[in-house]
């Protein structure tokens, strides 16, 4: 796929010190590790933009990162790591993405099954009144019952304390604490306030997932989407291949690493600890499974934390379906970083190697150890882009 050759064996001193002002006569200017959202904006920028040479590598044997989607064995359109819901409310990072792709107008909403029925979450006017056979019809009223369960806390910190705060214990251990501690394999309590922060509570009676200007979906998936972008005669994709097979073969001249940073540093100060998930992907012999994109499992009877029906998700009109289990585990793939202060305190040790490390930036949610949804990625990536525009020569982790 490439014909280069390293001049001395170091990709770094091959390329010229991996970081000099001159181009790389025969290599490439770029080579990104990892082709999901960070990977891929970036590379598309630098190609399109700055007319940059880029070799994106990816360790997967498909482009798309965790966002990736495909047709199964039942002609399903699913999404191969858990269910993906684009939101944000930035215009500029909606334009970018619209170079392409289409979109289809898709507001997400999820039930959680409680006490045997399912109730729309985030809670809203409508959970109250199913939960408790109440008849609030204002907003007043529903605050007003909120606040007569929540429990003040002062400091709030943890992930237990802004939901008992908000609501009280008891909505707490319906809704957050069981499906927490399996998400998480850790209470609440120990993870910090903006894991649960994530999902607001509502006084009135709107049920959707994220309150978001907008709120769409590739019209024809993301990995179509991911396609159109890297189709550029600068950009070269390898698929297949770890990024530590193919350091000693490439010249380039800045490297832009969207994997786990830890691992990069062969985990010099220990490993980072990430989330992983078990995906059970299922196809049904019937038209629907349920009755909204994601149902939501609190208990902690039952082991996976969500069921997602994706037919509800992309509008495909199929007469069958397929749904997909998270079972959340210890081991596999990194998929979350893990937001607690000690995790904070590590990875900012690997950060500090990361800014003396020349000629490389890292880049993404498994990079720089952030929580970063789809949008916060994008946007992360074209603010490095700018800055990379503008012609900084030292690039800290964003
Ligand atoms: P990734 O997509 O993880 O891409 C990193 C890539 O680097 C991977 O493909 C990996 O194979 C590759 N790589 C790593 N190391 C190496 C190496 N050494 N050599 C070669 N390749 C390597 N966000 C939303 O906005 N909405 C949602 O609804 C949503 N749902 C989600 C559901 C789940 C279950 C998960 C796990 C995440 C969800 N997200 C969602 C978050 C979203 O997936 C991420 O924000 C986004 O995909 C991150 O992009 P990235 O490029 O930083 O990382
Ligand atoms: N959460 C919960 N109950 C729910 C939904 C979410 O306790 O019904 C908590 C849980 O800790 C979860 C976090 O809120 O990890 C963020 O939820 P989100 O749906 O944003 O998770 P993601 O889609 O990123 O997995």
Redesign the pocket.
Known sequence: MFDVKPQDGHPERAAGGGRGPERCPQGFDYLI????????VLAERLAAGMNKRVLV????PHI????YDHYDDTGVLIHR???????TNSQRIVDYLSRFTEWRAYEHRVLAEVDGQQVPIPINMTTLNRLYDLNLSTEEEAAAFLASRAEPVEDIKTSEDVVVNGIGRELYEKFFRGYTRKQWGLDPSQLDKMVTSRVPTRTNADDRYFGDSFQQMPKHGYTRMFERMLDHPNIKVMLN????EIREEVLYRHLVY???ID?YFDFRYGKLPYRS?RFQHESRDQAWFQDVGVVNYPSEDVPYTRISEYKHLTGQEHPKTSITY?FPSAEGDP??PIPRPENAELYKRYQKLAEQTPGVTF?????TYKY??????VGQALALYKRIEEGEQSFAAP
């Open positions: 590790v990892g082709a999901g959202f960070a990977g891929s590598v990816d360790r997967r798309g990162g965790n966002a790591y858990g269910p993906h819901i684009f939101h291949t770890d990024y530590r969207c994997g786990p691992e998930l998270e998929y979350y880049l993404g949610r498994l990079g970063y949804n789809m949008d916060q990625v």
